[in-house]
């Protein structure tokens, strides 16, 4: 069975562009959790996607956005890129909460 | 007060003792706890899930649950240096989403 996959691994762009990165759950499930890590810190809750609605979303400003397709993969969009930006972007994907998570390798964004 | 909440550490260990790191939570009504592993730069993986109080073992890991006091705890017995990671507590309180902790860093010395 295929696990979490996201995409890019890496990703470098400069403040004020704007980044997009894909990420698709394992087969059956519907709900995706878009996290936050910068270097150093703990996760940080970005994105809840489920059923192509957005369920909940962290403290982030609205130019973190993002969209749940039919098929269950998503993407997250992040406009005005900042230098504080720069963070490794974690996906995940659970049938239901209670069970868990699995996360995805990640996409490590650099923004000069 | 954070709805999960763990020691940040680093908790340093030799090589063959046991680690016990620990998890608080705020939310009497949360139904599932999990423990996640993350090594440096790469993504956590889940190692433990505890749904009802008392013990469970897998392996070398044997995570520990109490409700009425709202912890949870993993042992890792038998620590080796390939076990220096950052531990993450996780919590579902119902809503199907989990609720992480800041992490407990890890270090085995050989």
């Known amino acids: 069975e295929a696990g979490v996959t996201q995409s890019p691994t890496h990703l470098i762009k400069t403040r004020g562009q704007q980044a997009t990165l894909r990420c698709s759950p394992i087969s059956g499930h519907t709900s995706v959790y878009w996290y936050q890590q910068a270097l150093g810190l703990g996760l940080q809750f970005l994105l809840w996607y489920d059923e192509g609605e957005e369920r909940n979303r962290g403290n982030f400003p609205p130019r973190f956005s993002g969209r749940q397709f039919p098929n269950y993969s998503s993407e997250l969009n992040v406009n005005a890129l900042e230098l504080e930006d720069s963070a490794l972007y974690l996906c995940?994907?659970?049938?239901?909460?209670?069970?868990?998570?699995?996360f995805g390798s990640g996409t490590r964004l650099t923004v000069v | 007060q954070k709805e999960v909440e763990q020691n940040s550490g680093p908790l340093s260990v030799p090589e063959g003792a046991i680690a016990s790191l620990n998890c608080t939570y705020s939310?009497?009504?949360?139904?599932?706890f999990f423990w996640y592993r993350q090594y440096s730069g790469k993504s956590p993986e889940l190692i433990m899930s505890i749904y009802s109080n008392g013990d469970k073992e897998d392996g070398r890991f044997t995570a520990q649950l109490n409700k009425a006091s709202q912890y949870v705890s993993l042992l890792i017995r038998d620590s080796q240096p390939s076990d220096s990671a950052t531990y993450l507590c996780a919590v579902n309180t119902g809503r199907r989403a989990l609720t992480f902790g800041s992490g407990t860093r890890l270090q085995v010395q050989p």
């Open positions: 939310d009497r009504g949360s139904q599932s």
């Open positions: 995940a994907s659970s049938l239901d909460g209670q069970y868990g998570y699995t």
